[in-house]
């Protein structure tokens, strides 16, 4: 049975497709901080790659077990396996997750790339910095260990070992399917509910409106479907994407337009276009 939903009439309802960050969450705090009304439906089901995970704590293993045998070796060298370590991720929100593993684990490593936003700016980024890092005439740079799930865009491999590239310029990738995603079981259900609930707070008002912010491909076909037995009357019930990748999805795949794709992947750029998106709703509703 889905769970009972209920919004306060004071602030606008905006229908969070994410499962909640613990201890804290920046969307949370900001959509309450800027008279919303913040509900989390979650989406995604993950489930791990258990023996490519292995693999990767093996090569961790190896690293920290050459480590110490320099350590053996020479006491005035101390290595750390984290010591030149770089993790390239995108978006903000991702940076956020992998500090805190980093300051657990790898404490010598450096998180880079978080503010470039999408896939295809990080591949360019990649470029210039891991290029920089080596001189053609030291040999081959070593490939880039790319950690993904089974449903991902190829834009970053492709970038990076395009064949425009010269050979001195490219980047070998291998990627290496850590996690599987799925729907949530009672996902459409639920998302059904919070929609129906917010009715009440649209009848209030022609002013009033609620979002849906959807941050990934996964379970679009179920918040189409939802939204699409709305009926006829005038929609109030907008929904934003959190970048592109999601946006052109709801397009090409279900011929969705989505009313706002944030600039940058994270809740200001979410919550500015949202911002920017009513100032016109409500000036052509004063227009009419």
């Known amino acids: ?53 292995t693999i990767v704590k093996q090569l961790f293993q190896a690293v920290e077990g050459f480590a110490t045998i320099l350590d053996d070796i020479d006491e005035s060298t101390k290595h750390s396996s ?45 470029l210039s910095h891991y290029n920089s890092l080596y001189d053609a005439q030291d040999g081959p740079k070593p490939p880039l260990l790319f950690l993904v799930g089974e449903q991902r865009r190829d834009i970053i491999p492709k970038t990076l070992m395009a064949g425009s590239l010269s050979p001195e310029q490219r980047i070998g990738v291998d990627e290496l399917v850590v996690y599987e995603t799925g729907v949530m079981e009672g996902f459409e259900e639920t998302f059904a509910e919070a929609v129906r609930a917010s009715e009440e707070f649209l009848g209030g008002g022609g002013e009033r409106a609620v979002w849906v912010v959807v941050f990934s491909p996964t379970g679009c076909d179920a918040m ?8 006829d009357g005038e929609r109030r019930v907008f929904v934003a994407t959190i ?3 999601t946006r052109d999805h709801l397009k090409n795949k279900y011929g969705f337009e989505a009313h706002v794709c944030a600039e940058k992947p994270s809740q200001e750029g979410v919550g500015m276009g949202i911002e920017e998106f009513m100032k016109i709703w409500r000036k052509n509703r004063a227009g009419q």
């Open 1 to 53: 049975m889905p769970p009972q939903f209920t919004f306060n009439t004071s602030s606008t309802p905006i229908l969070l497709l994410k499962t909640k960050s613990s201890p804290t969450d920046s969307y949370e705090e900001y959509f309450s901080a800027h008279s919303y009304t913040p509900t989390f439906i979650p989406v995604l089901e993950h489930n791990f790659h258990t023996p490519n995970l």
């Open 82 to 126: 984290s010591q030149s370590l770089i993790l390239y991720t995108v978006g903000p929100a991702t940076s956020r997750s992998l500090a805190s593993i980093r300051d657990d684990h790898l404490p010598h490593s450096t998180i880079l790339g978080s503010e470039t936003g999408n896939g295809e700016n990080l591949a360019h980024f990649i």
């Open 224 to 231: 189409v479907r939802v939204l699409r037995g709305l009926g």
């Open 243 to 245: 970048g592109p990748t």
